[in-house]
């Protein structure tokens, strides 16, 4: 499957999204011809390289294009500014220049940090993605955004840089850790509840399939994923409008992971964060109980939590959303489920409703 991004502004800008199971068979040729003149600078998280490395010189990957291949560890705690200087720094002594290219091999993490360089590398290079977990593969490496965290916050610093192109290849989440799966399957049923039912029964009936990550069930949902988020990302690239709907269980999510200081995962706390927009729009009378229980279901065979801990006070929730960088002025807004594949966006939140809310969920 190829879905095609195009942004209206001239000349235009389209980014371009590969999705097969055989993917990784047509990285070389996709490349060699998308690349032309460029030398090409590879940004590996170094546990997928342990991992795959081999597979893919086998397939016979341009490792070595005219540019070399850097080795980066991947973690929340690495996305930062200092990695991404120590990597410039890297790219210079390589040979790096404005004729080159970056490609970013990895999860969220990677293809967040090596985006961002890309964007800002001698005012900014082409970068193309191969993301390698769920997560990457149906939110991260889709719709330009890169960045990097401060310790004051999440994702502070950052840029928008489409990547020329992305390569998705749903046999790399054959080998992720069932957790990391479980993350990236949160934003997937945020993508069905947010605008595609046919996906959501997909899921609801293929969990054999998806957990044994089957290739093809698991190609289905990615594609559907990645089909939804890119046409947001064209209605609106740079998230003043329709792009929030992507927000979806992330105003009470953000807070919860900022609140357990990031011991939360951030896909199970968009998930309780979705089940608390769908309980706070059931009270409104704009959702059905009953697409309220299936999203509890839902979430609840994927092992999400679905309640808030106790230690957790709802007040506290409340300051939390509302220094959320997403917040729009001084009202509490909110995408609010009205039924499965629908979301509308809702300002007008009662702070007393909300507190009922997140107290029947469990918060203290
Ligand atoms: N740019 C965006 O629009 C956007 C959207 C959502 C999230 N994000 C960012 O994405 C990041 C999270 O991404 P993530 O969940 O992919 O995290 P990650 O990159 O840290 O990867 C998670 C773990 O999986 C490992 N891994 C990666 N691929 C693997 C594979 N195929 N097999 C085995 N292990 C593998 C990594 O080494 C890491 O330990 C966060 O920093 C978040 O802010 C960005
Ligand atoms: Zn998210």
Redesign the pocket.
């Known amino acids: 499957m190829k879905i095609d991004i195009r942004l209206g502004e001239t000349p235009a800008r389209v980014s371009e999204i590969f999705i097969g199971e055989d993917m990784m068979e047509s990285v070389p040729g996709a490349l060699e011809k998308a690349l032309g003149t460029r030398s090409a600078y590879w940004i590996w ?1 170094e ?2 390289w342990a ?2 490395g081999g597979k893919v010189a086998d397939l016979g990957w341009p490792m070595d294009r005219n540019g070399g291949l850097i080795l980066f560890t ?3 705690f690495d ?1 930062r500014l200092a990695s991404v200087e120590l990597l410039a720094r890297r790219l210079v002594s390589a040979g790096a220049n404005r004729d080159s290219a970056i490609i970013a091999v ?7 940090v090596a985006g961002f360089l890309a964007s800002i590398y001698m005012r900014g290079i082409p970068c193309f993605q191969v993301p ?2 769920l ?2 593969q149906v ?2 490496s889709i ?1 330009g ?3 990097v965290d401060l310790p004051e916050g ?2 502070l610093l950052g840029t928008f840089q489409q990547p020329v192109q992305v390569y998705i290849d749903p046999r ?2 054959t ?3 069932d957790e ?1 799966l479980r ?2 399957m949160a934003e997937v049923i945020k993508s069905a509840m947010i605008g595609d039912e046919v996906l959501w029964k997909f899921v609801e009936t293929n969990f054999d399939a998806l957990k044994r990550r089957d290739p093809s069930a698991l190609s289905r949902i990615i594609s559907a994923s990645c089909l939804l988020k890119s046409r947001v990302v064209q209605a609106d690239e740079k998230e003043s409008g329709v792009r929030r709907t992507l927000n979806l269980g992330h105003t009470v999510g953000h807070a919860l992971e900022k609140l357990t200081g990031f011991r939360l995962r ?1 896909g199970d706390c968009v998930a309780t964060g979705m089940v608390a927009a769908a309980q706070l729009s059931k009270r409104l009378g704009k959702l059905h109980a009953e697409d309220l229980q299936r999203l509890e279901n839902i979430c609840e065979t994927w092992g999400m939590p679905v309640r808030i801990p106790a230690s957790i006070k709802s007040g506290d929730i409340i300051d939390a959303v509302r220094a959320d960088k997403k917040r729009i002025g001084e009202k509490l807004h909110f995408i609010l489920p009205v039924r499965i594949g629908k979301v509308i966006e809702f300002t007008d939140i009662d702070n007393g409703e909300f507190v009922e809310v997140l107290k029947s969920l469990g918060a203290g």
């Not at 990895?106 to 967040?112: A, C, Y």
């Open positions: 998280d546990t997928v991992l795959w991947a973690s929340e996305k990895g999860g969220g993490v990677t293809g967040d390698t977990t997560l990457a939110d991260s719709g955004k890169t960045g999440k994702n790399f989440i080998t992720l850790p990391e993350q990236g951030h």
